[in-house]
């Protein structure tokens, strides 16, 4: 299958600065990827979908001030954490598909973030 | 938008045990997935299966689009097979999205 490469894995940071998480499509062109926020024991909650030279679409009550995506070329999404508090700690997550047809496209996952702002 | 269940939410079984997960979906669907996650959050791609039967070693899953529902067979568990099992799907509805079960976690004994 397709690799997607996420960097970093963890990262602890104190509040108030920013955190920047990348996403790569490592094999294939991803027109689209898709973010994700898991907390503990719970299941993906998707945060907003990132297109290539476009901006992004957040789902309903996720701040895109706060989360702010750049997807800057066909193989890189970025997601950056802006003014970081503890309760922004958890597990982030990217997702990317190639092609046109999204809907009929099998998706792969990153290896995840691990976030903890102190 | 579209309604995924999994069931059991939890399962615990002895090693060689066969086991069974279920998902079920509110609409018809384009795309359909099953992930295991592993202890370290790793998403591991186990099955993209919109319809029909599909196996992989022990494992094998079948989704019946028309009765909107799949199922995921674990055959002879081993240890390494722990952890949550999620189901994930795409909508017909014109939506893109992948939209995530509440996940099955399963833990398998030696």
């Known amino acids: 299958g397709a690799v997607v490469s996420q960097h970093p894995s963890w990262v602890i940071c104190k509040s108030g600065t920013s955190v920047k998480i990348e996403c790569r499509s490592l094999d294939f062109q991803a027109t689209t990827m898709f973010w994700y926020r898991q907390f503990p024991k719970q299941s993906l909650m998707l945060m907003a979908t990132s297109n290539e030279g476009s901006k992004a679409t957040y789902e309903q009550g996720v701040e895109k001030d706060k ?8 193989t890189l999404s970025t997601l950056t954490v802006t003014s970081a508090h503890p309760e922004d700690s958890s597990f982030y997550i990217c997702s990317a598909r190639g092609g046109l047809d ?4 099998e998706a792969f996952f990153g290896q995840g973030t691990r976030l903890t702002v102190v | 938008g579209i309604q995924v269940e999994q069931s059991p939410p939890d399962l615990i079984l002895q090693e060689g045990a066969n086991s069974t997960l279920r998902c079920n979906f509110s ?3 384009n795309n359909l997935q099953w992930f295991h996650q592993n202890p370290w959050g790793q998403l591991i791609n186990l099955f ?9 070693g022990r494992l094998s899953a079948t989704t019946v ?8 067979y ?12 999620f189901c994930a799907v795409v909508g017909r509805g014109g939506s893109e999205k992948l939209v995530f079960g509440k996940g099955t976690k399963l833990t398998v004994n030696p």
């Open chain 1, 67 to 74: 989360f702010l995506i750049n997807h800057a070329s066909l």
């Open chain 1, 102 to 105: 999204l809907m009929n496209t």
């Open chain 2, 27 to 29: 609409d018809s669907v």
């Open chain 2, 48 to 56: 993209y299966i919109p319809s029909g039967t599909k196996q992989n």
């Open chain 2, 65 to 72: 689009a028309t009765e909107r529902y799949s199922l995921l």
């Open chain 2, 74 to 85: 674990i055959s002879s568990s081993q240890t390494t097979d722990s952890g949550v099992y």
